[in-house]
Nanobody, 123 residues
Framework: QVQLVESGGGLVQAGGSQRLSCAAS????????MGWFRQAPGKEREFVAG????????YYADSVKGRFTISRDNAKNTVALQMNGLKPEDTGVYYC????????????????WGQGTQVTVSS
């Protein structure tokens, strides 16, 4: 079955950096656009960053543009999110998700989800 497994979360100070990784299995990875989403307590899940099937196109939420970078390695079936200049408002559970072919910012349009990894940014 399809599995997406995130890693790399934890506690970091404001202004610091963290790198999240997501390992995919059970799907033709190169046929899926990948997204990172996050959810803070009491808030809806929100789009953070997305990357097209071959990595040629990326898209970011305005709140993370210039600070976060999404990348993928189709040979290793992985997608990463490099987060720099972290702020307390970046705190939340971060999820990777896969959507067939076309990139989207809408959570409900994604077919597969990981279990999430907690990122906590202290001030």
């Amino acid at each position: 079955q399809v599995q997406l497994v995130e890693s790399g979360g934890g506690l970091v100070q404001a202004g610091g950096s963290q790198r999240l990784s997501c390992a995919a299995s059970g799907l033709t990875f190169s046929s899926y656009a990948m997204g990172w989403f996050r959810q803070a307590p009491g808030k809806e899940r929100e789009f953070v960053a997305g990357i097209s099937t071959r990595g040629g196109s990326t898209y970011y939420a305005d709140s993370v543009k210039g600070r976060f970078t999404i990348s993928r390695d189709n040979a290793k079936n992985t997608v990463a999110l490099q987060m720099n200049g972290l702020k307390p408002e970046d705190t939340g559970v971060y999820y990777c998700a896969a959507r067939g072919l076309v990139l989207s910012t809408t959570p409900s349009e994604y077919h597969y989800w990981g279990q999430g990894t907690q990122v906590t940014v202290s001030s």
